[in-house]
């Protein structure tokens, strides 16, 4: 049976305080084939502050432990054969190549394009994620949205 409200300290952090939610309000440019870290500005919470909003738009991990990591963007005005991808960063170098990312998404020309995924991470305490995004439409896109979201919550 699971207790309501755990606070068991582990390394320093709260147990299982460790979660965030942030998304884009607004609009975010992605350039043409090159990686573009996406921009979170909005924290609907962050229970150990572990999000920053305002610098490096990054999660910092105030403890050792498992992530679980759900990310989307959402991108505006692809045509057939163009296509956007994301990828999780962990310090500065592309993470763990072996999971199912970056995801791609092919598009149908005038629809938006979602573009998700799914992982869990090792990380130690002040190791950090990112997320960037890709895309190959000749010139800067644009991503926005509640579609544009990114969850962590440590499982143990």
Not at 63 to 69: C, P, T
Not at 84 to 99: E, N, Q, T, W
Request: proline fraction near 4%; hydrophobic fraction near 45%.
């Amino acid at each position: 049976m699971w207790a309501s409200g755990v606070k068991a300290s582990v390394g320093g952090a709260v147990g299982f305080a460790s979660r965030i939610k942030v998304w884009i309000d607004g609009w975010q440019s992605i350039a043409n084939s090159a990686w573009t870290k996406v921009e979170f500005e909005d924290v609907q919470y962050d229970g150990l502050s572990e999000w920053d909003a305002v610098t490096n738009h990054r999660f910092t991990a105030a403890a050792d432990g498992y992530y679980h990591v759900a990310a989307s963007v959402n991108a505006y005005l692809l045509d057939a054969g163009e296509v956007i991808s994301i990828r999780l960063v962990k310090d500065g170098a592309f993470a763990y190549p072996l999971a199912p990312i970056p995801s791609s998404n092919e598009i149908i020309p005038g629809a938006d394009t979602p573009v998700s995924l799914t992982t869990t991470v090792y990380l130690e305490a002040g190791e950090y994620l990112e997320l960037e995004a890709w895309q190959n439409s000749g010139g800067s896109l644009s991503i926005s949205g509640i579609p544009c979201i990114m969850t962590i919550d440590r499982l143990a």
